[in-house]
Every structure is written in structure tokens, then in C-alpha cells.
């Protein structure tokens, strides 16, 4: 069975401060891959997507960056966090073409300070 | 682009009635719909998936109307119980230049009253 697993759970951090949050899907190989982000009580934001390794397509890019350095592995991040960061993000899986619903990860929720 | 418009946003209703949620959506091209259920402080849980012009599907408790005519999606809650109490957000994925694109409605608060 497939299984997506996002970390961390959450972080407080500092404005200006670097983040890194990451997503491994196991059990599947070459899926698409996406990062969406959500406000608090919000509206759900696609972010990012990649459909193999090395390739990022940017969506919205909040002054965010992504990357697939591995076929089972999407990382999001930003060297200056804002206060706009603040949210909950969520990674989500699919095989091609939405024809498989996007499955979504347990999310990171993120405080700025 | 697409735009998808749900409602209402806020919806309480009594243990045991049912609840209608509702979205519609502008590109004709959307091939699939997706409802999602997203309980407090937790990740997104797929209910359902809808792909025909005209289809009705039948899930546990609930309703998946999808209609193409008029670009509208529904989420039947029959018999609401406590257990219902989320957000819900309805999906639309068109394919733009390419590549899938999801996009959510702005979801809808549904609070189940004993």
C-alpha cells in the first residue's frame, strides 16, 4: 500500500528564518507530486507540482521554492520566511492525470513569528 | 482560469437532517470532481470521485450528484450525524497547457447540532 508521510509535524518559526518541509511517498513509483498550502480556515492553494524527478512546476509561488531531488521525495522551502507563511501545508499524490483521486499527507503546520 | 464557487460556507444543521453542499465551476473541460472532508486541525480524506456527465453516486451517508449542463457539483449528507461535523471542500481538475490542475472551492463549514 502506499503510504505519504510529511515532516515535521509542525514549526514555530522566526521571520527571516530558512524553512524546510518535506514529503515521501512510499509504495509507488514516479507519482505526481504536489504542495498546497492553506490559511487558517482557508481555501486550499496549489503551490507546486512535479511529474519526475528534477522537474518543479511553480503554480503560486508565495516566495517559495520546491524541488524532487528523488523519485519519492518533494521538499518545499525559503531561505527569508514572511509572516504571509504562516498556514498548514500539505503534500498530495496522484498518478497521471487525476484519474487516481490526490491523496494527501498528514500536512505541516507552520507558525511565523 | 477555473473558478469554483461552493456553498454556503457555513452550514449547521440537526443530527438526523440532511445537508447540501454545492459548487459550481466555470471551464467546460473539467474532466474530474472530487469531494473532500477535512475534520478540525487534520489532513484532507477523499469521499468521493465523479467523472460522468451526469452521475449520481452513493457513498456511506451520503449523495454525489455531478451535473455537466449546468457545471455543478453536489454533496448530499443524508441523516447527519455528529460524526459529520468538518470542512468540506469540493474539487475541479481541468487540464491547462499541459499539465492537471485541482481546483478547490473555498470549502464549507458543516456543524452537526445534537
Known amino acids: 500500500a502506499q503510504t505519504i508521510h510529511q515532516w515535521p509535524v509542525a514549526e514555530i518559526k522566526a521571520v527571516g528564518s530558512p524553512l524546510s518541509l518535506g514529503c515521501t511517498i512510499k509504495?509507488?513509483?514516479?507519482?505526481?507530486l504536489y504542495w498546497y498550502w492553506q490559511a487558517t480556515g482557508g481555501t486550499l492553494q496549489q503551490l507546486f507540482y512535479?511529474?519526475?524527478?528534477?522537474?518543479v512546476e511553480s503554480v503560486v509561488q508565495l516566495n517559495l521554492s520546491a524541488s524532487r531531488p528523488k523519485d519519492d521525495q518533494f521538499i518545499l522551502s525559503t531561505e527569508k520566511l514572511l509572516l504571509s507563511h504562516s498556514g498548514f501545508y500539505l503534500c498530495?499524490?496522484?498518478?497521471?492525470?487525476?484519474?487516481?483521486?490526490?491523496?494527501f499527507g498528514e500536512g505541516t503546520r507552520l507558525s511565523v513569528l | 482560469g477555473e473558478q469554483v464557487e461552493q456553498r454556503p460556507p457555513h452550514l449547521s444543521v440537526r443530527e438526523g437532517d440532511s445537508a447540501v453542499i454545492t459548487c459550481t465551476y466555470t471551464?467546460?473541460?473539467?474532466?474530474?470532481f472530487f469531494w473532500y472532508k477535512q475534520e478540525p486541525g487534520a489532513s484532507l480524506q477523499l469521499l468521493m470521485k465523479?467523472?460522468?456527465?451526469?452521475e449520481i453516486n452513493e457513498g456511506q451517508g451520503f449523495t454525489v450528484l455531478l451535473n455537466k449542463k449546468d457545471k455543478r457539483l453536489s454533496l448530499n449528507l443524508t441523516a447527519a450525524h455528529p460524526g459529520d461535523s468538518a470542512a468540506y471542500f469540493c474539487?475541479?481538475?481541468?487540464?491547462?497547457?499541459?499539465?492537471?490542475?485541482?481546483?478547490f472551492g473555498k470549502g464549507t463549514q458543516l456543524i452537526i447540532q445534537p
Open positions: 498530495a499524490w496522484s498518478l497521471d492525470s487525476f484519474n487516481q483521486a490526490p491523496l
Open positions: 509504495g509507488k513509483s514516479s507519482p505526481n
Open positions: 512535479s511529474i519526475t524527478v528534477g522537474q
Open positions: 471551464d467546460p473541460n473539467s474532466y474530474y
Open positions: 465523479v467523472f460522468s456527465s451526469t
Open positions: 474539487a475541479v481538475s481541468v487540464n491547462t497547457e499541459g499539465a492537471d490542475r485541482l481546483t
